[in-house]
């Protein structure tokens, strides 16, 4: 999947503003409260993986038939 | 329609009417029940991940920040004022136990890399021919990596020891395997900053090995999740 | 209010660093894994699945691998059951990769963050 953000061109005065904006990209993103609501798997009380409900929206159940959909394309 | 949360507040005067959000929309406050979210308008049903819009998501949160510690939204919480509200009335002793935890601090960031010693590949894919060389180039990569572990584990261990008694709580993401070693998020009452950032800088003289980046004041993005306490109480994941 | 105005923060959060050109390089990765827009599309979906399948079944595999060296250093495995069990492992991977690829993954993409169990494996 690309990303939309600029090129970062590499030169003296680029380099500390990419850097604030990571920074803050890194703060912003995947921290904070959510609402939307979010899948934690856990198996025997450790949690393994972390799942955004905008990309999963059906069960797992289905990965056959994703799967059997691609062999046939 | 919808709304763009940026975050919540206990303090409703921390607020300045100028603020303004993404795409230049006039943040307003929500006054729910007895706390308060900075919100926006917005007329879509995606919001894209540009720099101009996570430097204004991060803007807005900021504006408060000199008056009151805000609990932060995740970058890009678009919901109706009916979600909003639901979420807020059901989680509100969570929230309540959130803010009293962040209250009168900021965060402070750390991220360490160190260099990783080149990999000794023993031999080539294309040896690896039988079951048995297989899984002894396997045992080769786990002893490695055992080794990177532990020295991960040793600076996560020697960054607590160092802010340890400045600070009133942490998130730490150690990557062994990788260059970028160590990620932590200090939660660092307010008076203790100038203390805090004497220690950190004391700290990296110690460690000349090592490659520190030093961030903040931030507000408390890494400490305003409450999935965990909901988690705990319900029993659900 | 709570803080005294005599003492407010800056208007930036500070950045501060000797190496800021390493540091953007490895905060890059942050970006390269984020969809472009925040958004439900069919595409993202089935991805989002497979790659949840595949992070699921690359994590046990990983596992075995751990769990197969041990058994071999303890000593209790004959070399004939080192071999096959080596074979097998060794299919597992491959017939991973070839998941990977007609998903359209990458390593990267199924890089697990796995918390305190990481410290387990």
Known sequence: ?73 | MKLYAYCLVEDPDAFDASTRGISGATVRLLQIDELAVLVTDFNADTIAVTRENALDHAAVVRSVLDRTTPLPFRFGTLVTEQQLRSYISARKPALQTRFAHVRGCVEMSVKVIRELSDEIKTQSRDEITTGTSFLEEKRREILGSEQKTAEAREIETWLHEQVGGLIRDEQVTIRPSEKLVLAAAHLVERDKIGQYKEKTAAARKNRPELHFLFSGPWPPYSFANIELEFKTQFGVS | MEFSPENPLTAEPEIETAHAEEFVEQLRCVTDTLPSRINIDAQSVEQGLAKLVLTLIEFIRRLLEKQAVRRMEGGDLSPEQIEELGLALMKLESKLQELKTQFELTDEDLNLDLGPIGRLI
Do not use: Y
């Not at chain 1, 503003?17 to 990209?25: A, F, Q, Y």
């Not at chain 1, 799942?51 to 069960?59: A, D």
């Open chain 1, 1 to 73: 999947m690309s990303s939309s953000f600029d090129q970062i061109i590499v030169s003296e005065e680029w380099e500390s503003t990419d850097l604030s904006m990571l920074e803050t990209l890194d703060h912003v993103l995947n921290r904070g409260l959510v609402i939307a609501g979010e899948i934690t798997i856990s198996v025997a009380d450790i949690d393994l993986i972390f799942v955004g409900l905008n990309v999963l929206v059906s069960s797992v159940e289905t990965a056959n038939e994703v799967l059997r959909k691609r062999q046939t394309e």
